[in-house]
């Protein structure tokens, strides 16, 4: 089995290292060292592959990616057609309910405003908000968003969700399709986006969505930063109908220095950390997964290029 | 039914109002405000009240506590000799899974590094820590330190618990009373305190205790401020085997203004309000337990003097 991996902004000798002992059969090449006069492969392991790596690969059986999102695949002007397999979960699923029942919770909890009297050195209680008033919306039911609604809900929040198609989660309120979008956003105080970046749900976030939460919003966006229109969001918390917005993906990322996200005292950014991939669970799932397909069984994770996802 | 109010640090009208209306037949004193000269009640709502208020109130037949530690009338120097009734969670569980989670969120995802390097407008990732390597104990598994322990188990932590008499709760590594202590503390990293304060838990956390921890470690104290001896936890985090701490209560508060606490970097303060008393729900509570022991039917929630809690 010849392996080849193209995958931007990875340090690729300990991904290198665990698959030689996951597959110690298997010979590997690292197409961004060696470009077009890499030989051909079976199978890539890739990270936002520019169109070059699939023109010059032609015998590809499969590319499994290395994160859950294929949208920078998909965006390509000639996608291969071949099965592009996204990671599913190994990991990805814990870390994003951390981040999301952390922002939750530090701003129902207000710690940033208690943070800031401490370090004024002053002791100042605050009237407890009432959970009842910050019913959160999951945008996007895939496995993340599920299961961040089900840890929402036993954290007693009162849990909205939003999807494509239809969804039960026991003890949230599920809406579906473009029809039952403003219901939704209608009931929503915390909007969660976990959504996967479509042309359907590019910059699904702008004023008239914004607009029709309830006053005092927050944002929390852990999908692709496309799905927010970033002027919108900011005159949206300068009229205060938005409170504020944990933001960890970003239209340009690394978030350009200059970009007026960096500068907005309700704005939190973090640097695309909320879900990152973890070498050894992936490894392991993409290992199991080409020898499945070497077996000629078929496997799960592969996208729908028509839907995206 | 004759009720007084003995609470100190509280506006008492709005408690006034929603047990008159909860109890419509009773009727009501304040006794901080008309003193010995408060005619005889039958039972007392207090919070933190001086040995007078019992003195001056022989007839009292119960003494309901509107919060869950009662360490403060058992300090009285002649403790009433009638059933002392701690509050019994009203909503203050939930308040307490909120805070312990937000803080250990914060610590094992590294958000206080994030929005430090955030505030400089500097994109800069990290390596992520290992679920593995962060083991939570949690220090007393009364009703809010089982609850904590469970959700800290369904965030894929590993959870080890410690309290004076056996407990089992699923999925937890339990020990119990003085001789298991060493072998509890040896496998935490994240020592969560959710004691009653009792002559043996008083001072409990101390230079030899935290020492026993693992390296690295990070204690975060939601229970009483003199379960931990100040100098004791200063030193430890000077020499780095104790990484810092979020701190909710303190020996005396509010923490006063000279308290080293404050100007340590590795220290969270906020000002008691992991669980605040929930109005509303604790005079459901309460005016509940008075009709119930007027039907002389008996009552959840009394306190084992003898055990302190």
Redesign the interface.
């Known amino acids: 089995m010849k392996i080849t991996f193209c995958c931007a902004d990875t340090r690729i000798e300990p991904w290198l290292r665990d698959f030689s002992a996951a597959l110690p059969d298997a010979t590997f090449t690292d197409w961004l060292t060696t470009r077009e006069a890499t030989p051909p492969a079976d199978y890539a392991v890739v990270w936002a592959p520019p169109q070059t790596f699939f023109d010059s690969q032609p015998s590809l059986k499969a590319a499994f990616n290395i994160g859950a999102g294929v949208n920078a695949i998909l965006a390509l002007p000639r996608v291969p057609v071949i099965p592009l397999v996204r990671l599913e979960d190994a990991g990805m699923a814990?870390?994003m309910?951390?981040?999301v029942?952390?922002a939750v919770?530090?701003h129902?909890?207000e710690?940033d405003a208690?943070?800031t009297?401490?370090k004024a050195?002053e002791?100042?209680?605050?009237r407890?908000l009432k959970?009842v008033d910050f019913p959160i919306g999951v945008l996007g039911l895939g496995a993340l968003g599920s299961h961040v609604a089900k840890?929402m809900k036993?954290?007693?929040f009162p849990v909205l969700g939003w999807s494509n198609s239809r969804k039960h989660i026991e003890g949230v309120r599920t809406f579906h399709g473009a029809g039952q979008l403003d219901a939704f956003l209608a009931q929503t105080r915390v909007l969660v986006c976990l959504l996967p970046l479509t042309p359907e749900t590019d910059s699904l976030i702008n004023a008239a969505t914004l607009n029709k939460l309830l006053p005092g919003a927050y944002l929390i966006n852990v999908a692709r930063g496309a799905h927010v229109v970033d002027a919108d969001l900011l005159a949206a918390i300068e009229s205060a109908h938005v409170a504020g917005a944990t933001l960890d993906v970003f239209r340009t990322?690394?978030?350009p220095?200059e970009h007026a996200f960096?500068k907005s005292p309700k704005i939190?950014?973090?640097?695309?950390?909320s879900a990152?991939t973890?070498r050894e669970e992936s490894v392991e799932q993409i290992a199991g997964k080409m020898l499945a397909l070497e077996r000629g069984e078929t496997i799960s994770g592969v996208v729908n290029t028509n839907r995206g996802y």
């Open positions: 814990a870390q309910v951390d981040y029942a952390h919770l530090r129902f909890r710690f208690f943070e009297t401490a050195g002791w100042k209680k605050r407890p959970r840890v036993a954290f007693d990322e690394p978030l220095p960096w939190t950014i973090t640097p695309h950390i990152v973890l």
